[in-house]
């Protein structure tokens, strides 16, 4: 097989559901420090709530191709450790390599960058010396420590395992257009204002072509069961609404999203984001 072209840039990205309360992130970081002190390390974010693989695989999206080729990310959101599941090393088609638990982290970094090469991360020279009777800490033990050898270039990627051609993905469902309605999913929050981001692109108003100022029926279900349905303005800004009024706009991904200005839409109406949440938007 050929040998995949990647180039490490002595740097390291942390993500994990770990929170900040104790020393679990720092421990990552001194395995990743032992290996090599000329790594950087830096964090995406340690708040992916508890055992939510989803937001990991989309959180990790958001936030990658924004780093230059080369970064090294470790996810962990590992609510299978110990268990038979695997662990990955990630090519991306941009140039970023991925240490994580294959439960579905790169779900969303396989639909919208796409995946050169996976390979699985197997025997004792990927695991911190010591750590083998350790079983529910390998963000420490394995990810860090591969991660830091793989940034550091102590290994190649082709070292870390063979290559894996199955692996686990998330049901995700793709954005539609048809005429003047839009379909998808809510994929994602924006957690510190409860606005819900769908993966419904912008281009999609362009093709259609729906101006800023229109309205549309905003249809919300989870399961099948329909949550939320209501008329809503599409707004460039939420200061175009009154304060408390809910909108459609366009999100920082270029994506369409719905918000209540100065408010919580995701906590006003009980919203969720993820497998089985899907969201239609008919113009008015």
């Not at 989803?54 to 958001?62: F, H, I, N, T, V």
């Not at 419904?200 to 800023?212: D, N, Q, R, T």
């Amino acid at each position: 097989m050929t040998e995949t072209t990647w180039t490490s840039r002595r740097c390291m990205v942390f993500m994990s559901d770990f929170g900040r309360v104790d020393g679990a992130v720092s421990a990552m970081y001194a395995v990743a420090d032992a290996v090599s002190p000329e790594i950087r390390l830096y964090d995406l974010t340690h708040e992916i709530p508890q055992f939510d693989i989803w937001s990991a695989s989309y959180r990790l999206m958001q936030a990658m191709t924004y780093w230059a080729p080369g970064t090294v990310f470790v996810c962990v959101v590992d609510p299978g450790v110990g268990s038979s599941r695997k662990s990955i090393a990630v090519l991306t088609d941009s140039g970023h390599l991925i240490v994580t638990p294959d439960n579905g982290t790169i779900t969303h970094i396989a639909r919208t960058v796409g995946i050169t090469e996976i390979r699985e991360i197997e025997g004792d020279k990927n695991r911190l010396k010591g750590s083998q009777k350790s079983y529910t800490f390998q963000g420490r033990d394995v990810y860090a420590y591969t991660g830091a050898l793989l940034a550091s270039g102590k290994e190649s990627f082709e070292d870390v395992g063979p290559v894996l051609e199955n692996y686990v993905k998330l049901d995700v469902i793709a954005p539609e257009i048809h005429g003047k309605k839009l379909f998808g999913a809510i994929d994602i929050l924006d957690t510190r204002y409860g606005s819900l981001w769908t993966n419904i692109p912008e281009s999609f108003l362009e093709e259609a072509g729906i101006p800023v100022g229109s309205r549309f029926r905003v249809t919300i279900s989870h399961e099948g069961l329909t949550v939320y349905g209501y008329e809503l303005a599409y707004c460039k800004s939420f200061s175009e609404v009154a304060k408390g009024e809910s909108l459609v706009y366009v999100n920082s991904l270029l994506n369409l999203a719905v918000a209540v200005n100065k408010g919580d839409f995701a906590s006003l109406y009980r919203i969720g984001t993820g497998e089985g949440w899907k969201i239609a938007f008919e113009l008015i």
